[in-house]
């Protein structure tokens, strides 16, 4: 992984930013803990441990950020989609604040097997979008490239090729009707991928890999990028796992597997930023959901990296009883 990243100078007048600094026994150890044992106050025990591992760490944050490199993953951007990740305005918004104070990077310029980072003194951040939806395409994709602006989107195959079990599924996953499942059309994957975005796999039918045999989680892999290389004429570089945190949905297994299949870098979904360390078949990103400038900023300048660290190193039984909703899925 490539770390040439320089240090951000101003994100606006008095703005105060320092770089995130981890240790297993950091404050935010103890104060996840306690926090279990809070009455909730109408929020999720999820909700609660993150607003403590946030809040004790924005309280170190001073001076710049380091080098930090940093993947958002969006979903969705609609005005009134109730699973959106963001509506167009939102969307346009957070745009316009990370082309201010920070470079908009390729991700395989993360992944280390591109061009260098540029020495500009700013965070580098990499955008991406999840499951192939039509209004990353009719929203999300005009208003990158007016910026001139570049993003990875990844394809749920099953999605674009419209098989019903499929979108029955994503039914279910978002809660919604049929309907509201509307995915882009191969010509769209076309305009996007000839306005410079990148397109990647992210499986067939989106399952929860970990819980795949072996041969089932090849299908997924191996389907998914033949059927976009055949619809686009482009060799598929990456993958995204479905769901994506590590242990939970994925494992050591579906990334040997990722590797063997031809995949060059993959991501998964971890709340921190990239290191230098880390494999490019396991690159961290943030989701993104209805995220005001503060919350974007507290994941770009590295307030929430602690979540990250909670999500590595946490026990599966304490991962369970924290967000349960990862072994449903």
Known sequence: MSDRLSQCPAYGE???????????DSPFAAEASRVLSVRAGGR????????VLTSVNERRLQGHPGHRVVVLCYHSVHPDNP??????????????????HCSVVR?????????????DERPAVAITFDDGYLDNYEYAFPLLHERGLTGTFFLTVGLLEKDAEVLRRFAGLRATNLDAIRPMEWDHARAMQA????????????????RLARDAAR?????????????????????????GKPQRHFTAETVSLVEELGYEYACQVLFRGVRASDSRFRIPRFF??????????AKIIGAWDPVGAWQERSPMWLARRVSPRDFVE
């Open 219 to 243: 299908e997924e892999l191996v389907r998914s990028k033949t059927i976009i290389e055949q619809r686009l004429g482009e060799p598929v570089r990456s993958v995204a796992y479905p769901f």
């Open 107 to 119: 991700l395989q310029d993360i992944a280390g097997i591109g061009s260098a980072f540029a020495r």
């Open 288 to 297: 993104v959901r209805a995220d005001s400038i503060k919350d974007l900023r």
């Open 195 to 210: 306005g410079h975005m990148e397109i990647g796999a992210h499986t067939y039918s989106h399952p929860n890999l970990a």
């Open 14 to 24: 008095n703005e105060q930013i320092a770089p995130s600094r981890e240790s297993s």
């Open 44 to 51: 999720s025990l999820n909700e609660r441990v993150k607003a």
């Open 83 to 100: 699973f959106s990740s963001a509506t167009p305005q939102v969307f346009a918004g957070h745009l316009d604040w990370i082309a201010r």
